[in-house]
């Protein structure tokens, strides 16, 4: 078992110096750089003296090694060029706000999946479980930007109950302690539900299929002729052989809102990773940029590990 | 083809759909009532809400005068004009009859900030769409065949570096990197169709490679060989065919998936550019306006969804009647396919 934690691990850091060396050689084959941005302003002198604070005067491998040394011994991202500060404290900033969307957002996903996944698993072929499986395939064909848009549209244009953008109001620092974590939630409420109810779709007709191949198994079947409760045989005999297969959608799960809160954040305004990482791209940001792209790879890969772990340790024959 | 009707009623709503918006992409020019970029007299047509109807004044010299309404007066025409009333005489018009004018402008689903029609736009928007999912789909499903049937007849060493190749393709944050892509490499519609088929082929790969795994010692195959025929006609002829039904599965439910890549880049603006016609620019556009025009990002977001429904419809059909071993309910199999899109 430790064997093959420690072989998945090492595999996972080679990938992670290969999504990031790819990165980095792609930005800068990408035609211009970040002094062209602003050339109208700038002479050709300024210019020049701008591509060697950045270093990008060096030839290109020299500038990969710097980077890779500097991240890699010290944990140091330098300093991001469009914000004037370190990387560091640009990360530190937007990360609690992506953590907060991301767990309300999985809340609201599990908390309708989970139940109604379970409910459609135990009556296959009902009426309730074609309704439900229509309508998580139409959420999750929405594009999940549209949604937020309608969503805005709907609760704070037509209906105008919730704020529709940044994380607080603008008097956030004279309120009380009770008012500033009643503005948060409000303003939590709009992305974390679009996040959730659109990620829900996928992980409920997953949940369905996982319970639904376990619930036709014999040993179920043996439950129920030994006289067993349904709610018995369903969440402790079922679900237990069921969870595993869950707990891997549930990994895999995170790589899709990954995606999908950088969309939203986007759209929301929310000052996390995702729009960090959107405005680093688009101001050619190189060291945010690759700092982002870092830790995506490392979130992407950390998922895929844990789905890889739960996986072994349910699954015997995988450890060899 | 009598296998089909084994899909049930979602197949056919599918097959159904899917069709008609093909046949809206090919006949897009003739379907639509204008031209997805004309402009007349924005300051008059901008922002109308679906079912406006503009009475449209042909000027002497040729240009087009939009109004809310027009009046026949002795002299000539009283054009109404957003609450300000204009006199026009008769020699100045060209298409006057007895009470009014001879053409409008109808706004079936509205129009945009330029007073463009939403319907006419949203009808190119489907060939620019439908036309780039496809164009990507057929390349990664191109790549993915290659990759996959080299892989799985070229030997361990071939099959191994082809493998861990697929694996750090996958273990890319897609999305992620294709806004990087998108935005570093100016994004012709080319370059959209490259970098969507890039980030999508590695499924399509993995399920060849094991198809052709599971058929190559199966008899008719091993006759095949025993009768000398050559390893690539043995694959063109026997292994390709059989294998190819659940990557024609996995492709169709592949269009869903990048047509809603697709929007998400041209919304974030980095994909289809201005002013041709995405279904994701014109929601970008949509989102300036919102509390304004509603409509302009509402329409596009329900043809989207409808065709990426579609899609998912068929393949899923496809898959119930062709593919009795991936039969619904089998976790396993939507869990590979959920891990391995590139979710939008």
Redesign the interface.
Known sequence: MLGFLLRRLA??LI?LV??LT??FI??HL??GDPTNREASRLTAEQRENLRRIYGLDRPLPEQYLRWMTSVALRGDFGISWSQQRPVADALKAALPPTLLLAFAALFVEYAIALPLGVAVARR?GSALDHGVR?VS??IF??????LA??A??LFS?VWPVLPSSLMRSLGYEQMSPGERLLDLLRHLALPALVLGVWASG?TL??VR?????VM?RDYIRTARAKGLSERRVVWVHGMRTALA?IL??FA??L??L???S??AE??FSWPGMGRL??EA??A?DYPV?LA??AL??V???AA?FLADVIHALADPRVRE | MSRLRGGGPLFHWGLVLVAALLLVAVLAPLLSPYEPTEQTDPAVSQYRPPGTVLAAVHLAHGDWRLADRVERTPEGLRLHRLGRVEELAAAEVRNLTPDGVADSRRFLLGSDKFGRDLLSRMIHGTRVSLGVALGSVLLALTLGVAVGSAAALGGPVIDGLLMRMVDALLAFPSLFLLIVLAAFFRPSTLVIVIVLATGSWMGISRMIRAEILSLRSREFVLAARAMGQHPFAILVRHLLPNAFTPALIQATLLVGQLILVESTLSFLGLGIQPPTPSWGNMIAEGREALARAWWIATFPGVAIAVTVIAFNFLGDGLRDALDPRQRRGSGRDERAAEAEAPAA
């Open positions: 595999a996972s990938l290969l999504v790819a990165t792609l930005m990408a035609p296959p229509v395939l139409i064909s929405q594009p999940v930007f549209w848009l309608m805005i549209l244009q996928a007709r997953l299929g996982s319970l639904l191949e036709s297969p891997q959608i895999v799960s790589v899709g990954l995606n999908g950088l969309v986007v759209i990482a959107f791209v688009l050619r940029v982002t792209t995506a790879a979130f992407v890969l895929n």
